[in-house]
């Protein structure tokens, strides 16, 4: 896969293809006391080709039980999920998934790190050394590539685990609140630079957020998600043009965004927190 393309794209959703599809998933879990909490009720959902897809909603709603379906990695009571027309029934090398916390082995150098899943999935790991590398460079961690995770920052130990979710080329990209634990001065940096990494690379990417600032900025739509039982409220497309920088939350356009999604969030006489 080439890194470089045209950072202009298309955000009308029925220009795409579609890649992925959720249809009437349903989450539950047995309490203790033996009663079914319902997490996720009743969601459906399509991901396109190539989409930068944000999820916020409100602690607990069920947005990271919904990536952790995607990933393969937790079961569902009920409904579709697929990837290209194939169920989502497990991890799946097509699947790329970073999370809050690096999670890097602090054994291995920056670049052992990003080659772990090719290792994982047997494959030869020269023949991906060069694409490591490359992903290194397009996060600016050239200079790095042989250093360990407790030589770099919080921001750098988070492109680290971005390159590695994608060094096996999958067809999405997942991230479940990938800049939460960053101060906010580097989650706005990464911000930027994620946007970077997503207009080169083509990826299709589905990330889980709390900041209505950050699901207007990056996404081409945002879905926003009731409290528990989690339920898709509404479906935004952001129709801001790319590349966006982050001026543009200035804008009187980005306010209408972000209080459309504060509103469902808050109630339209809150007045909320982006």
């Known amino acids: 896969m080439q890194l470089a393309r045209n950072s202009t794209r298309s955000t009308d959703s029925s220009a795409r293809s579609r890649l992925a599809s959720i249809r009437h998933l349903q989450k539950g879990y047995a309490s203790r006391d033996g009663h079914e909490i319902i997490a996720l009720s009743d969601i459906s959902l399509d991901i396109f080709e190539g989409e930068l897809l944000c999820i916020v909603g409100p602690s607990g709603c069920g947005k990271s039980t919904l990536l952790h379906i995607m990933a ?3 079961d569902r009571s009920s409904g579709d999920v697929d990837l290209r027309g194939k169920p989502i029934d497990g ?17 291995r150098t920056v670049l052992d790190n990003v080659l772990l899943p090719i290792e994982v999935h047997r494959l030869p790991v020269e023949r991906f050394r060069s694409r490591a590398l490359e992903l290194l460079d397009s996060t600016g961690l050239t200079s790095f590539a042989n250093k360990y995770p407790q030589e770099l920052s ?3 130990q988070q492109r680290v685990a971005i390159a590695r979710a994608l060094v096996h080329d999958p067809a999405i990209l997942l991230m479940d609140e990938p800049f939460g634990a960053l101060d906010a001065m580097t989650r706005e940096q990464m911000n930027l630079d994620l946007m970077k990494l997503w207009s080169s690379s083509g990826k299709t990417i589905m990330l889980i957020t709390h900041s209505i600032s950050e699901a207007v900025l990056l996404g081409d739509r945002v879905v926003v998600m009731t409290p528990r039982p989690g339920r898709i409220a509404e479906v935004i497309d952001v129709e801001l043009p790319r590349p966006r920088t982050l001026d543009i939350t200035a804008t009187p356009a980005f306010g209408g965004y972000a209080k459309r999604v504060r509103d469902h ?4 006489t809150s007045g909320g927190n982006p």
């Open 72 to 74: 393969g990695v937790l």
């Open 154 to 156: 919080g921001g750098m």
């Open 91 to 107: 991890p799946r090398r097509e699947i790329g998934t970073v999370f809050q916390e690096p999670l890097l082995l602090p054994w």
């Open 265 to 268: 969030l808050f109630g339209h």
